[in-house]
């Protein structure tokens, strides 16, 4: 059930933050050279050879997403038990 809420985070139907993508300088030099190497590799690629390429980025990409979604829900829940943790031992502490 847990899960549920923290897939909905992750998802961004609950929303937390305005900034989706990376902006700093480093992520959008190798967004640009990604991009570039994807156009050069299409431009020597036949019309078969584009829609393979095509298929393989696509399934990277749901490949990432669902690998996204667990690390997500790994790192909520560890974040979870260090709260817990700092909690439980101030209390038993007192």
């Known amino acids: 059930m847990l899960d549920k809420t923290i ?5 961004g139907n ?12 480093e992520y959008l030099a190798m ?6 190497l994807q156009r050069h590799l299409a431009d020597m690629l036949d019309e078969h050879g584009q829609d393979l390429l095509d298929e393989l980025l ?7 997403s669902i690998t996204d979604v667990n690390d997500f829900i790994d790192g ?17 502490e007192a």
């Open 58 to 64: 696509n399934l990277r990409t749901s490949m990432d």
């Open 76 to 92: 909520f829940r560890l974040g979870a038990r260090l709260m817990l943790e700092a909690i439980y031992d101030d209390a038993e």
């Open 7 to 11: 897939r909905q985070l992750y998802e």
């Open 31 to 36: 967004k640009d050279s990604y991009n570039e």
């Open 14 to 25: 609950i929303h937390f933050t305005n900034e989706l993508y990376p902006t700093d300088n």
